[in-house]
T-cell receptor, first 114, second 114 residues
């Protein structure tokens, strides 16, 4: 098991374009989380999946953001009509989901919106 | 809502010095508490955790004790090494709700000089 992987690692886009990121969690982890981290801050929760069901979304997740986990394995996060304020590191984490479980993080996708 | 307050950085120490990074929290009920570390160019890694009052988490010479009475989870290490240079994040998960997402502090940058 190689841990949580995320692709791409870096993405540069122009304002107004759509972008999509992918997260592959640790196999058999049923919980998957997306977080956003801006420079000098801790990660902030965006959304959570248990298996394929999206069970919780933060108020940070505007209508331009959508996330899916179609078969309960990998997940995608899409941002439509990107804005400069979307520039951040997008982190994915997964966990087994038993009690106070440990979340394992991927390396993140750094988005720069020009 | 839940929140985590961390000692502001950056912190610069000489090798073999004693380290304390303060962390206090606000949460309902009895959260689980975590310290994550982010080494340069790498993703977040769990350093240690504690799930109930008076528990002590420890790993790689680092320790933190869950203090319910002072709502604190301070990170300590008796003798730091250059390789400990990283950003340290205190975090919690709330026992209520299904998501159990992490709430992070803003991070403390530690630099250890030889």
């Amino acid at each position: 098991d190689t841990g949580v992987s995320q692709n791409p690692r870096h993405k540069i886009t122009k304002r107004g374009q759509n972008v999509t990121f992918r997260c592959d969690p640790i196999s058999e982890h049923n919980r998957l989380y997306w977080y956003r981290q801006t420079l000098g801050q801790g990660p902030e929760f965006l959304t959570y999946f248990q298996n394929e069901a999206q069970l919780e979304k933060s108020r940070l997740l505007s209508d331009r953001f959508s996330a899916e986990r179609p078969k309960g394995s990998f997940s995608t996060l899409e941002i439509q009509r990107t804005e400069q304020g979307d520039s951040a590191m997008y982190l994915c984490a997964s966990s087994w989901g038993q009690g106070p479980d440990t979340q394992y993080f991927g390396p993140g996708t750094r988005l720069t919106v020009l | 809502g839940n929140s985590v307050t961390q000692m502001e950085g950056p912190v610069t120490l000489s090798e073999e010095a004693f380290l304390t990074i303060n962390c206090t929290y606000t949460a309902t009920g009895y959260p689980s508490l975590f310290w994550y570390v982010q080494y340069p160019g790498e993703g977040l890694q769990l350093l240690l955790k504690a799930t109930k009052a008076d528990d002590k988490g420890s790993n790689k010479g680092f320790e933190a004790t869950y203090r319910k009475e002072t709502t604190s989870f301070h990170l300590e290490k008796g003798s730091v090494q250059v390789s400990d240079s990283a950003v340290y994040f205190c975090a919690l998960t709330s026992p209520s709700g299904s998501a159990r997402q992490l709430t992070f502090g803003s991070g403390t940058q530690l630099t250890v000089l030889p």
